[in-house]
């Protein structure tokens, strides 16, 4: 059983920062690569960032490069995604997906229907 859970989203000021986990279980977190995806209200799921299986790669879309990092674990078998400067535009309910396959290319890793695994989600509010 392959599972992913997000946890970290919460309520926090623009300018501020969380971090985000994406906790894996039920398989070698170096064998997939791992997309963090964003869903705000009224609007359709987008790819924000994504780090390659086992070389650790990373990908950033480009209204989150410099201002996000995502990064992995392997020994806590956790990604997280380091969500700094924040926005207001950025509140959304974050997800995070595991598939089976090198991830070189942004414009892949930002499609949800290349991953096969996902998480619930949780809640990331961006507000004053």
């Known amino acids: 059983q392959l599972q992913l859970v997000e946890s970290g989203g919460g309520l926090v000021q623009p300018g501020g920062s969380l971090r985000l986990s994406c906790a894996i279980s039920?398989?070698?977190?170096?064998?997939?690569?791992i997309g963090w995806f964003r869903q705000a209200p009224g609007k359709e799921r987008e790819g924000v960032s994504c780090?390659?299986?086992?070389?650790?790669?990373?990908n950033y879309i480009d209204s989150v490069k410099g201002r996000f990092t995502v990064s992995r674990d392997g020994t806590k078998n956790t990604v997280y995604l380091q969500m700094n400067s924040l926005k207001p535009e950025d509140t959304a309910i974050y997800y995070c997906?595991?598939?089976?396959?090198?991830?070189?290319?942004?414009?892949?890793?930002?499609?949800?229907?290349?991953?096969?695994?996902w998480g619930k989600g949780t809640l990331v509010t961006v507000s004053s």
């Open positions: 997906a595991a598939v089976r396959m090198s991830l070189r290319q942004l414009r892949l890793c930002v499609k949800p229907h290349v991953f096969d695994y």
């Open positions: 780090i390659n299986k086992s070389d650790g790669t990373t």
């Open positions: 039920g398989f070698t977190l170096d064998d997939y690569s």
